[in-house]
Antibody
Framework: EVQLVESGGGLVQPGGSLRLSCAAS????????MTWVRQAPGEGLEWVAN????????NYVDSVKGRFTISRDSSTNSLYLQMNNLRAEDTAVYFC????????????WGQGTLVTVSS | QSALTQPASVSGSPGQSITISCTGT?????????VSWYQQHPGKAPKLMIY???NRPSGVSSRFSGSKSGNSASLTISGLQTEDEGDYYC??????????FGTGTKVTVL
């Protein structure tokens, strides 16, 4: 069974940093693109970033470029999102998702971890 | 990376059919066959319902179907059931391996 479990969320002050983790199991992690999606309270889904199978390609939504870094570690089956210079508008539940076989959709999701940016 | 446009809400009675639209541009929906749809219940993670415009993942009811025409895609739910209530989001692959989600549609079963 595919499982994705996020951790690392919490309360952080504006300008601060946080590192999110996603522990993957039940599938061959190194065979799939992985993605972070976020959802601000009461709002819709927003695609944040993705990373290819070997970590050599990374893509970001414009609003986080230069502040967030996506990475992965196939030795521990883990996905990460390093978030720096956080802003109030980054407050959201962050979901880890596995891309489908054709890399055109997200076929499994974690339950999410809440990041709150506030002073 | 603008969001795709969906109606804020759609409602129907049990047994009826409803259709949710998703409007994009030539940079996303009309340019590619990579539209997917997600169902989200309150406090839960999204669930993939349709991929590549028309395909259903294993385990998803055949009451859910997808289509695309020009700049717009649609999700149709036939034989509406109470468990279909929730939020629905479309998504489209965009150039350079990025994605956009729709604004979301709240489905209410009357």
């Amino acid at each position: 069974e595919v499982q994705l479990v996020e951790s690392g969320g919490g309360l952080v002050q504006p300008g601060g940093s946080l590192r999110l983790s996603c522990a993957a199991s039940g599938f061959t992690f190194s065979s799939y693109w992985m993605t972070w999606v976020r959802q601000a309270p009461g709002e819709g889904l927003e695609w944040v970033a993705n990373i290819n199978r070997d970590g050599s390609e990374k893509n970001y939504v414009d609003s986080v470029k230069g502040r967030f870094t996506i990475s992965r570690d196939s030795s521990t089956n883990s996905l990460y999102l390093q978030m720096n210079n956080l802003r109030a508008e980054d407050t959201a539940v962050y979901f880890c998702a596995r891309d489908g076989n054709n890399v055109n959709d997200f076929d499994h999701w974690g339950q999410g971890t809440l990041v709150t940016v506030s002073s | 990376q603008s969001a795709l446009t969906q109606p804020a809400s759609v409602s129907g009675s049990p047994g009826q059919s409803i259709t949710i639209s998703c409007t994009g541009t030539s940079s996303d929906i009309s340019g590619y066959k990579y539209v997917s749809w997600y169902q989200q219940h309150p406090g839960k993670a999204p669930k993939l319902m349709i991929y590549d415009v028309t395909n259903r993942p294993s385990g998803v009811s055949s009451r859910f179907s997808g289509s695309k025409s020009g700049n717009s895609a649609s999700l149709t739910i036939s034989g509406l059931q109470t468990e279909d209530e929730g939020d629905y989001y479309c998504s489209s692959w965009m150039a350079i391996n990025t994605f956009a989600f729709g604004t979301g549609t709240k489905v209410t079963v009357l």
